[in-house]
């Protein structure tokens, strides 16, 4: 057992997923806890790890995750603190702050990462900050671990809440937007499946070419706009309706949620 996950929910699993994708742990190494038994026998026949409803069980492990969320962290934290074994704590709760970690840790290195739900396919984002006690050692450690399920960013802790609410909420806005979409081709005509691999395949190509090319977005839009054409007149609508104001008020104010779920 050399990873123990306090919380089986839907990051957890992501994590889960793509940790054992890249071969980084074998599913016995895994132990995950969560008071909802059928949740764990469920990650148990899907993944093969260790489920268990103790959280007292991953405690004991060389390395812990915590994975539950924020509402539940004291209650969390004030059971396992006593029990952790591990010289180091790893925390992908959102809006709970390093100071707040240590505190419940004490002694312990802690590191807060947001990850976000793409981990599961091994293409996620994660960013970390690190507490003074983390030696460099350890903070390779947990890079490895998350760099295995994506990218891996280390960040000042107060850009922490704006993480949150960019990256590990945005798979959440992009699915609206694209669910939108496909809903947009339906009511143009398309068939909903052909209207969905249109949609994805385009997401997908207009993300590579971005990330590929370097391009600056405003450049890649301004390429697919012609004079007078297609583009141009959907683009209006959405500027019509503050599709932009809209996004930006969005991150906003999820990157409040986070501060509020701190305290
Ligand atoms: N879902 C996402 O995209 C992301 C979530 N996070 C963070 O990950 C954490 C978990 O979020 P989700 O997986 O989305 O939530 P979730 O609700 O899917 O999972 C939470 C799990 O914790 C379990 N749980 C409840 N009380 C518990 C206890 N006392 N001990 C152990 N487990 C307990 C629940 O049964 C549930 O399975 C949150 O703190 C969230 O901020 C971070 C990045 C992205
Ligand atoms: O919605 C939430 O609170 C979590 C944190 C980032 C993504 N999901």
Redo the contacts with the bound molecule.
Sequence with gaps: MNLGI?????????LIAGLLAGAVYAPSEIVV????AE?GEWLHRRYGVVAVTD?LVPAAAPMLLL????Q?FA??SN?VAPHVRSELVVS????VPLARLQAAFAGRAVVRA????PALVRSGITALSRSERVTPEQFAVVRTLFACVGEVVEVPESAMDAV?GLS??G??YLALVVEALIDGGVAAGLPRATASQLVLATLRGSAELLIQEKLHPAVLKDRVTSPGGTTIAGIEQLEARSVRGAFIAAVQAATRRARELSR
């Design positions: 306090v919380g089986g929910g839907a990051m957890a699993e992501a806890s969560d008071p909802t949740r959280n994975a539950v969320k924020p539940v209650v969390v059971q992908i709760l959102a809006g947001m990850p976000n739900t949150t590990g909420s798979p959440g």
